[in-house]
């Protein structure tokens, strides 16, 4: 309380580039195994990635160890974007006192979180191109093959203009939308059962940090699909006038998915998703509290 919706923005954007230095590892592995056997019937395909700490062993010895930290410049000004915009425009709601009627808090940070990523968009769209880069012998996806941050913005506007900037837009949208809602409706309860529970002490940051992870249970079911499918749409190639050679769009990529791949396929990356969500969240939250007091 207390700070201006334009101070907001940049400690929002700083507090969400700060946590995403630690978690940007768990976002490379996210990205190869919700791209790993695209479109491929389970069991069909290899699988140079097999689930969480295998796969980010898998990064290390085709990328070393800077592998692990694979487009973080691009994840970067993501966080810094979405974040800043995210919590400006929540801060602005909460002035206005929208927050205080029944479900003003959820449809608050659901509609802040989707402005955020429709700003963010062609961050997270270089973001997935440069994680998914690798060695031929474990690469999943389409390879874009760009050799730098700014080189792949200069590629892609270059060959379809500001529109091809905003490809995959329409699964990151809901994507931040359904998870900022679904995680600020759980977040908090599960906090309180946490130290009902007395399994840390009220108020403790450890307390903080296990309501995370409770509630990254629900966020992750929720918006695993939704990521999986940003992803795809993210990472997909293109014709030359920038209409997608695999989906033609957010319901087609699920309709696909789901015939080709099983429910299960919209589930990818799952373990990835959950074991970033409640850190990421913890940090980006206590480093915005710990810059707000400053």
């Given at each position: 309380g207390g700070v201006p919706p334009a101070?907001?923005?940049?400690?929002g954007a700083t507090a969400g580039c700060l946590a995403c230095v630690l978690t940007n590892p768990l976002e490379v592995v996210k990205t190869r195994l919700q791209l790993q056997g695209e479109l491929q019937p389970p069991g069909t395909y290899p699988r140079p990635y097999r689930g969480v700490l295998r796969a980010l062993g898998a990064v290390c010895r085709a990328d070393g160890l800077r592998g692990l930290q694979k487009g973080l410049a691009a994840s970067l000004l993501y966080q810094g974007l979405m974040n800043g915009v995210r919590f400006y425009c929540y801060s602005h709601a909460e002035d206005a006192g929208w927050t205080r009627y029944p479900g003003g808090t959820v449809a608050a940070g659901a509609i802040a979180g989707a402005v955020g990523a429709f700003v963010g968009s062609p961050a997270y769209l270089v973001k997935t191109?440069?994680?998914a880069q690798t060695l031929s012998s474990v690469a999943v996806g389409h390879q874009h093959n760009h050799e730098s941050i700014s080189g792949a913005f200069e590629s892609i506007y270059r060959q379809h203009g500001v529109a091809g900037l905003w490809r995959g837009v329409t699964g990151a949208v809901p994507r931040v939308a359904v998870g900022s809602a679904a995680q600020l409706a759980t977040f908090a309860s599960a906090k309180d059962w946490v130290c009902e529970h007395q399994w840390f002490g009220e108020g403790s940051w450890a307390a903080v940090l296990a309501g995370?992870?409770?509630s990254g249970v629900a966020v992750a079911v929720t918006m695993t699909p939704f990521d999986v499918v940003s992803t795809r749409l993210y990472?997909?190639?293109v014709d030359a006038d920038g209409t997608g050679k695999l989906y033609r769009g957010?319901?087609?990529c699920i309709l696909q998915i789901s015939s080709k791949e099983g429910l299960l396929g919209l589930y990818k990356g799952i373990g990835a998703v959950y074991l970033r969500?409640?850190?990421h969240t913890v940090l980006s939250l206590f480093f915005w509290d710990e810059l707000r007091k400053m």
């Open positions: 101070t907001d923005l940049v400690l191109h440069l994680q995370g992870m409770v990472n997909q190639p957010f319901l087609d969500l409640g850190p």
